[in-house]
Nanobody, 122 residues
């Protein structure tokens, strides 16, 4: 069974940094489209950053220039480096894997991790 395990969340002051990790098992992250999403209670889950199997990266406008998505093929892990954090970045962050055809067709299929809480507060 595919497992995605997020870690690295926590409490950080505004302007601070965190690095989230998504360790995958039973899939090879470089062969999938990997996306970080976030969700605030009462709001829809939103896509934050994506890295495709081809290595292309995409970001939500709200995080461009501050967040960086990357992957380590040896560790089979996807990262989200978050800098210059703002209170508006407070959310539960989820890792998701999809095959490219599902991603490009915006289908529901894919695997999700359990999420990790990020809180940005003074």
């Amino acid at each position: 069974q595919v497992q995605l395990v997020e870690s690295g969340g926590g409490l950080v002051q505004p302007g601070g940094s965190l690095r989230l990790s998504c360790l995958a098992s039973r899939i090879i992250v470089s062969r999938y489209v990997m996306t970080w999403h976030r969700q605030v209670p009462g709001n829809q889950r939103e896509s934050v950053a994506t890295i495709t199997n081809h290595g292309f990266t995409y970001y939500a406008d709200s995080v461009k220039g501050r967040f960086t998505i990357s992957r380590d093929e040896i560790k089979n892990t996807v990262y989200l480096q978050m800098n210059s954090l703002k209170p508006a970045d407070t959310a539960v962050y989820y890792c998701r894997s999809q095959v490219y055809s599902d991603y490009i067709q915006d289908r529901e299929e894919g695997y999700w991790g359990q999420g990790t809480q990020v809180t940005v507060s003074a």
